[in-house]
């Protein structure tokens, strides 16, 4: 009776009627929010469907850590009004906010998926928001039965406002609440190439080729007072089943904007960072230290950048890779700057259903400051995890981060944060 009441009051919320909502059945062409979407990348192309009517699976993810972090550095005092800005703030361990994701996945015709995430809580919002969302086209016979079916059957079209498929790293990456394709507790990567552009992407996979060009305007708020020139990138790769027991895929991806007068590529992921106020100052606060352990080139104008993933799994064990080159400029400066980036993760999974995994990530970031100082921030990784159900996950892990190079005057000057997480993850 609950149950029905339930569905009842949704349709109602939603004002959609004849609505079969659509609990546990999967909408084609879309990966699943649970274990199965481990290592799938890109949705799989299937040309056959299964649609009837309008479907509406309606899921979630939430999450939550307990932090046991310490930090230090040797920074020289900066007094501004007589507080210390370069004094660390005081942390200690405990849990961090917990965070909820809302996705509603719509199957709204044969071939035509649409995908909406909300976050309803968030490090860096106190108020709910949408993250972003989606159309993603995979037939066109909304214009006539079997257009272009011969190019549609390895075609893929999406136009949305979301995350952009630059590089596969942000496959591996936690979603504010939706952690279970990421290994560690970490989060992402030091350079956190991640944010919600407007965009359209063109996919043509076949045979294990995949190949995608995309464009966008390149901002994160939209307005129709400043202008920005249009920001184009593009993917191509090879994955392939090799056997039983080998899987190889490797891909390159670039991105590129010529003008733009706020360019949050790097910076641009509104959630915040999964390390609660290592390395800030003692005027932080939830919000405004949304970026903490993060490396931010400040490529505000102009920026040009190629991510290139390998990724091969044998049997139980995985390895993936990231290196990463890009360079900019902000506008104040004349001539641009470059920042590498490289990680490597090596895992191995294991028991039924490959349910538990454990292994280990190194990322390092070298670039150059505005200032002309070269720095390195290093980090190192080691966790396992145990998936309970495949909609359940329990993570830990220990996590040390050095920071070299920064001038005295910095908040990161010889700087170092360490210690261990656990984090337990639902999404369904």
Known sequence: MKRNLLKVSLIAALGITNLALAQEHQLDNFNPSDKRSINAFEPKKDSVTTFDHLRVKVGGAFALQFQGLSHENTSVPVIVNGVNQNQLYKISNNFNLPTANLDIDVALYDGVNLHLRTFLSSRHHNETYVKGGYLQIDKLDFIQKDFL????????????????????????????????????IAGNLLMDAYATFPFMEVY??????????GASNGRLNQTATSGTAPSLYAKLGYDKQINQDLRVRLTGSIYNNANSSRLDFYNGDRAGSRYYFVMENTAA????????????????????????????????????????????????????????????????????????YFGGRYNQADGKLITGDKITVKRFNIGGGWFMTKNILAKAEYVNQKYDGYPGTSIYNGGQFKGYMIEAAIAF
């Open 149 to 184: 079916k011969d190019f549609m059957k390895y075609a893929t079209i999406k136009v949305g406002q979301d995350e952009l498929n630059y590089g596969d790293a942000h496959f591996r990456r936690t979603d504010n609440a939706y952690s279970l394709t990421n290994p560690f």
């Open 285 to 356: 606060t939830g919000a405004s230290s949304l970026n903490s352990a993060k490396v931010i080139p400040d490529f505000v104008n102009k920026m040009t950048a190629v991510m290139i993933n390998p990724f091969v799994r044998y049997k139980g064990l995985e390895f993936f890779g990231t290196y990463e080159t890009t360079s900019g400029r902000n506008l104040a400066e004349a001539d641009r700057r470059t920042y590498s980036q490289y990680s490597g993760e090596l895992l191995y999974r294991f028991g039924k259903e490959d349910s538990f």
């Open 204 to 213: 043509y996979r076949r045979d294990g080729f995949i190949g995608m060009v």
